[in-house]
Nanobody
């Protein structure tokens, strides 16, 4: 059973930083390509960042230069380091894996950035 558990969200002032974690179980994490998405109130879920099993990263334009995705295969964990946070980054952040054409999702972690 594939399971994704996010943590690390919270309330931070604009300009601050947070690091999100997503720990994965039930699959061979080192072969996976995890992604981070986010969903702001009243908006559709949107892609934020991804990292391949080889370490290649990809970012949405809205977070490029401020967010960094990384992985620790020994801990089955993917991270999202978020710096220079803005009020528009306020959202629920979700970790996701696609395994054999099926998308698995975590429960999400709330990030709130105050101005």
């Amino acid at each position: 059973q594939v399971r994704l558990v996010e943590s690390g969200g919270g309330l931070v002032q604009a300009g601050g930083s947070l690091r999100l974690s997503c720990t994965v179980s039930g699959t061979t994490f080192s072969l996976s390509a995890p992604r981070w998405y986010r969903q702001a109130p009243g908006k559709q879920r949107e892609f934020a960042a991804s990292i391949s099993n080889g370490g290649t990263t990809n970012y949405a334009d809205s977070v490029k230069g401020r967010f960094t995705i990384s992985r620790d295969n020994a801990k089955n964990t993917v991270y999202l380091q978020m710096n220079g946070l803005k009020p528009e980054d306020t959202a629920v952040y979700y970790c996701s894996l696609n395994i054999r054409a099926y998308d698995y999702w975590g429960q999400g972690t709330q990030v709130t950035v105050s101005s």
